[in-house]
C-alpha cells in the first residue's frame, strides 16, 4: 500500500471548520483514500473515502488533488466531540488488501 | 443494535497463561479482522477470515490464533500469553472481504504480566 503521511497533531476551534491533510505521493491508480477516525477509548469509525473526485457525506468533505499526491480531510463545523485521532489510508479496493493504520493526527477541539 | 460485542473489556493475565478474546457480530458480514493497538504504532492486523472456515495471517500473528467455525464468532487465541502482547485489542468485520467499510468493537484491553 502506498505510504501516508500526516502531522501528528493539530488543534481546531469548536465550530470552525478543521481541515486534516494527508501526502500520499506515491499513491497508484487504483487506489482508493480512505478517513477513519478513533475518539479516545473506542473503536476506529469509518468517515469517508474517494479515489479521485471529491466526496462528501453527513459527516465530512474529502478533497483529492488532481495528481491525487495528497487530500484534506474536512469537518465543516467541528464539535468537541470531534476530538479524535484521524487516520487517512490508501488501499486497492481488493479483497486481497486489508487496512493498514499508521499513527494518525490527534485532533483537539478546543471551545 | 447492530454491530461487535467483544469480551472481556479488561483483562489482567499472568504470562504462560492461555487467553481467548472473544468477538461476535450480528451483521452476517463475511469478513472479519482482529488489530491491536500499541502507542505510537497505530493498528496492526493481526489475522482475518474473509469467510466462514478459512482464515489468514494478518502483519504481526506470531502467537495468536483464530477459528471461524460460524459467520458470526471470530474468538482471538493467545496460548501462551507473553508481556508484548499486553495491548488493546479490536476486533472488525466487513460485508464483504476489502469493502470500504469497517465496522469495529470497542475493544479488549488485555495487561500481561
Known amino acids: 500500500d502506498a505510504k501516508t503521511t500526516q502531522p501528528p497533531s493539530m488543534d481546531c476551534a469548536e465550530g470552525r471548520a478543521a481541515n486534516l491533510p494527508c501526502n500520499h505521493s506515491?499513491?497508484?491508480?487504483?487506489?482508493?483514500v480512505y478517513w477513519y477516525r478513533q475518539i479516545h477509548s473506542q473503536g476506529p469509525q469509518y468517515i469517508i473515502h474517494g479515489l479521485k473526485n471529491n466526496e462528501t457525506n453527513e459527516m465530512a468533505s474529502l478533497i483529492i488533488t488532481e495528481d491525487r499526491k495528497s487530500s484534506t480531510l474536512i469537518l465543516p463545523h467541528a464539535t468537541l466531540r470531534d476530538t479524535a485521532v484521524y487516520y487517512c489510508?490508501?488501499?486497492?479496493?481488493?479483497?486481497?488488501?486489508?487496512?493498514?493504520f499508521g499513527a494518525g493526527t490527534t485532533v483537539t477541539v478546543r471551545a | 443494535i447492530a454491530g461487535i460485542t467483544q469480551a472481556p473489556t479488561s483483562q489482567i493475565l499472568a504470562a504462560g497463561r492461555r487467553m481467548t478474546l472473544r468477538c461476535t457480530q450480528d451483521m452476517r458480514h463475511n469478513a472479519m479482522y482482529w488489530y491491536r493497538q500499541d502507542l505510537g504504532l497505530g493498528l496492526r492486523l493481526i489475522h482475518y477470515s474473509n469467510t466462514a472456515g478459512t482464515t489468514g495471517k494478518g502483519e504481526v500473528p506470531d502467537g495468536y490464533s483464530v477459528s471461524r467455525a460460524n459467520t458470526d464468532d471470530f474468538p482471538l487465541t493467545l496460548a501462551s500469553a507473553v508481556p508484548s502482547q499486553t495491548s488493546v485489542y479490536f476486533c472488525a468485520s466487513s460485508a464483504q472481504p476489502g469493502a470500504n467499510v469497517l465496522t469495529f468493537g470497542a475493544g479488549s484491553r488485555l495487561t500481561v504480566l
Open positions: 489510508i490508501v488501499r486497492p479496493r481488493s479483497n486481497d488488501y486489508k487496512l493498514s
Open positions: 506515491t499513491i497508484s491508480g487504483n487506489e482508493y
